[in-house]
């Protein structure tokens, strides 16, 4: 059993509960999980929930990722297409695979995401637009462009997904052309998909 040690615990009328006095130096240490009613704070060992002075609250440990083409790819596979990612600028608990190019949610809750589509060489006269696929199926569509010229072409998307451990998400462009070229930037500046639990 976990043990939590202070100086004094001390009850102070009118207030409801226990308080722990400014004598305590060092602060409280929690060796293991804390329980608190149907609530429970898990001690990691590697970060996780902080809680600063004036009660703003960050999680180091949140799964949260954002991924980019850092080169341009041209991709003849098909009408709708997988964004082909190749980098990442961070990926908080490891949930994005680049291999797959799928999002894999590590626990139940609502997740955010957002992206950006930039593509070439598409001939005129032909719709492009991204969506967000669920489990293998397109799930949310986002931005539509009609192409009338050869030019560069951005669709955008945001949505907030409900996930359950184990789905998983991609991003895909559909376009009535099957050759499509991606920009690539060494930021990700053209081509990017970020997402993050909410909770």
Not at 12 to 27: C, F, K, Q, S, Y
Not at 48 to 64: F, H, K, M, Q, Y
Not at 111 to 117: E, P
Not at 151 to 170: A, Q, R
Request: charged share 15%.
């Amino acid at each position: 059993m976990s043990k939590i040690a202070v100086n004094e615990i001390t009850n102070e009328a009118g207030t409801g509960g226990p308080t722990l006095p400014n004598g305590v130096a060092g602060g409280l240490t929690l060796a293991g999980d804390l329980d608190i009613g149907s609530s429970k704070i898990t001690n990691s060992g590697a970060g996780g929930i902080e809680i600063d002075t004036v009660g703003r609250v960050t999680n180091s440990t949140l799964p949260a990722f954002r991924v980019f083409r850092n080169s341009p790819n041209t991709d003849t596979s098909d009408f709708t297409a997988l964004v082909p990612y190749n980098q990442k600028d961070y990926d908080v608990g490891n949930n994005y695979d680049l291999s797959t190019l799928r999002f894999n949610a590590p626990l139940s809750g609502k997740y955010f995401f957002t992206s950006s589509v930039n593509c070439y060489a598409i001939s005129s006269g032909n719709e492009f637009y991204c969506a967000l696929r669920l489990n293998g199926s397109n799930y949310s569509v986002g931005s539509r462009i009609n192409v009338n010229d050869t030019g560069d072409f951005v669709v955008v998307i945001s949505e907030v997904l409900s996930l359950s451990e184990g789905d998983y998400v991609e991003m895909v462009s559909i376009s009535g052309d099957t050759s499509r070229s991606y920009s690539g930037s060494g930021t990700g500046f053209w081509n990017h998909f970020a997402g993050y639990l909410i909770g």
